[in-house]
Structure formats: C-alpha cells, structure tokens
C-alpha cells in the first residue's frame, strides 16, 4: 500500500525514481544509490564474499534457501542490497518522474565463488532455476506488471560480484521496452489466431540454418535479426507466459542446454561477457498464456553501441546468425560430447 513504508532511500537521501525521456518515450530508472555497490569484478577488500558460505549474516535476511538448513544450501534468494526499484512511496515527482517501485532480489547459484555457470551439472541448473519459479510465483503475488530474471557475466555486462548469481526485479509499471514488445506478440496472435513464438520456431525449424540444438523438449536458436554477434534463444515447449508458471520439463530441458550454449560461446568467442534474460508475458494479463511464451535470450557483449545506434535506435550487428550459428552448433556439440550427459 502506498505509503506504509517509506521508499528506499539511498546514501544522498534520494529514493530511485522512474523518469520518463521527453524525446524517446523511453525511461530511466536514476537510482544513485547504485553507485555505493561493490566495484567491478573487485573481490572484496577484506576477502570476505558476501555470497560465500559462512558469510550469510553479511547479506539482507534470506527470502529463499535451497535445501532447507541444517543441510549446506546450494541456492540462496534474498533482497538486493542495492536495489534499482524499491517498496511502494508516495505521490509522483515532478516532471512526470516517479517512485521506481517493485522488489530487485539476487539469487547466489551455487556455495563455490569460482564457479561457471557453463560448466554446471544440469540438477545444480535445474535448482537455481526452481528457486527462480518459487520467488516469481510469491513476487507475482503482489500483482507487478512485470517480472523480469536476468543474468549478468563479465565486467562488460554489468557484474559487480563474481561469485555466481542472478538477479530478479518486478516491476509495479511496465518499461515501454517491455509494453513494446508485448504488443508485438499480443498483434501477432490477435492477426494470425496463432502465438507468435510457435511461429518463430516453426519459421526457424524450416530454414534450418540458424538452429543450434532442437532436441529434449528446448529448441536454441539465432534469430534471423539478431541484434549482436551470437545472440541466442533458448525456446522451452511450454505454454507458460512467464517462468511462474513454467513446468518441470521445461525447466529441466533448459538446464539441460544451457551450460552447453555457454560453453559453447566460451569456446568459439574466449569466453565474452553476456546478459541472460528471461523473457516473460506480463503478469497481470489472463490471455498472455495465448500469445506468450517465455524463453531465454543470451545476448553477448561483443560489440559496442556507437553514435548510430544512440541516434537511432538501431542495432548494427556485423555478424550474420546463419554464419554464426553453425558454428555455435559445432561447439555446443563439441562440448557436450567432452562433458558427457
Ligand atoms: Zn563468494
């Protein structure tokens, strides 16, 4: 309820806010308090991990630990620290700005700092994915507009911890981004009477040449336009809109291919920095199970956005996905072959 509790504040006494760019329509979360987070990639001073075993107290109070205690946890959920959005404040800003509200938790992926997310056992994949679904199904129960899981690895896409992990945010308000792209799917589907991803993934299966793996209940693929070099989607069969409601098998047949992807794309690009984003329906809207299917993108940073994309919006990708997904597929092949089921 608005105005139960205060909005989160942060060191300049300011709470995150949500401005609306005049000219692109766009918005922008300002949320100075993020600046105060641990460095780049720095371990910290005192070599104490806040995400290590042993050093639970150092984090904010677990919403989520998997197995439950006494055993060792393997996966921990709790609010971030740094959080971009907050609780519920009071009555706009000027301008059009207003409170950035919702909940931003981390999810720690595994008790070992060093570990990599592509050379992970599919059932340790399989947990933190489950852990995702439980802590989406209870955010969910607050009624944000969107749930957004994303993951962050290497400097360049934004991680400031190395210690393995994921991040959850609900949104109260839908980003334009996000309201864009929905529309997208929701047009499709109210044009055609049929969800926009399974015509995605029928056009994908027919040219076949951008299909890295369609096989266990998951087809990965590139999209024909791909945005940067590599970029990847992995489409669970599920018919769920949003990761809350995904299946069993979907979950597992994702965590049977994802650390392959990953290894993959280490292997042919030395390792680069990406984002993984779950893509998802919004939360609010019963029909979206008709139009939306969640699915995973991976999203390498091996390009920089320049002048051109700034001014326009526009991607430059200057690596073609039917060159780049043979060879994706070669190394995912490679990988699976070397690491065994
Ligand atoms: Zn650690």
Redesign the pocket.
Known sequence: MPGDRPPRRYGGGMAAEIRPDPETGDWHIVAPGRAARPSDHAEPADGR?P??PGNEALTPPEVLRHPAAPQPWRVRVFPNRYAVVGPAAGPAADGGARAATGAHEVVVESPR?DAELRTARPGDVLAVLAAMRDRCRALAAAGPAAIVVFRNHGVAAGTSL??PHSQIVALDDAPPGLVRRWDNARRHFDGTGRCLHDDLAAAERAAGTRVVHDAGGVLVYQPRAAGVPHETVLLPDDRSPGLAGASDDALAAVAGVLPGVLAGLAAVRDDPAYNLVVHAGPVRDGTARDWYRWHVGLYPRLTRRAGLEIATGLSVNPAAPEQTAPELRRAVLAASTTTGP
């Open positions: 991990c995400f290590c700092h190395r210690h």
